[in-house]
DNA sequence: GATTTATGCCCTATATATAAACCAAAAGGA
DNA sequence: TCCTTTTGGTTTATATATAGGGCATAAATC
């Protein structure tokens, strides 16, 4: 990040990162689980975890997902299912899939 | 990051991870935005929303809030005043804003 | 067809997030 | 009360995400 930018966040997202950590910070309650233990599982340190839990928007996206699913904290929706619903539904998915292939295979494009 | 940590992301997070981004992509491409507009909307780099459309683990949570706040991705639900409802609701609100603000007036604590 | 525009993907420099180790304070349990 | 555990907050070293640029291809647009 050259140049020191210094980003700004939108209150609204300010207060969606806060409310996520603290749902995480209950859930990791209701569960009995330390700080230190819920980090261990998750693969991050316990200072990572404090970041999360106070809405850090400067986290990895996947250090917070990890943690949340963990802790049953669920993205996007309430529902559980919401996700596998999406994954079906969209269309997306189609457009999706070889997206996340083609690094792998990187110049064979024989996939259609 | 010391000691060149390998982190591992669940499959569920992936997805979840790829599905966002697909719809960030999806909502810009309704809204004829170019990446490069909605880059400089988001007061990010062309490459990183590249890799936030591509459901990059490793991209800071901010970033990807902005983006998906301004081409109207939601997070956490689907219902867009979601969040503020749960923001009124959550008794854990109390305990949330003093913790924001803990940091801005470091050493008094007079607030309580 | 030609020409512009958008995208995908390199690369490099650098700002910074992270892990790990501390310490002190708070919380919990005896 | 004392003792243990958990937490919040540092500090430091290092891995790495980011911005910015370039370049080639794809996709519009004419």
């Given at each position: 990040m050259p140049k020191s930018i210094i980003r700004t966040y939108s209150r609204y997202n300010r207060d969606a990162s806060a409310l996520l950590g603290a749902l995480i910070r209950e859930a990791r309650h209701e569960r009995k689980l330390t700080a230190q233990e819920l980090a261990d599982r998750a693969g991050i340190s316990r200072g990572l975890l404090q970041r999360i839990e106070k809405g850090?928007?400067?986290?990895?996206i996947g250090a917070v997902f990890e943690v949340a699913t963990i802790v049953g904290v669920?993205?996007?929706?309430?529902?559980?299912?919401t996700l596998t619903k999406y994954l079906r539904q969209t269309k997306e998915k189609l457009a999706l899939l070889p997206k996340s292939v083609r690094n792998k295979s990187k110049a064979v494009r024989d996939d259609f």
């Open positions: 850090n928007l400067k986290c990895e669920k993205l996007f929706d309430a529902d559980e299912s």
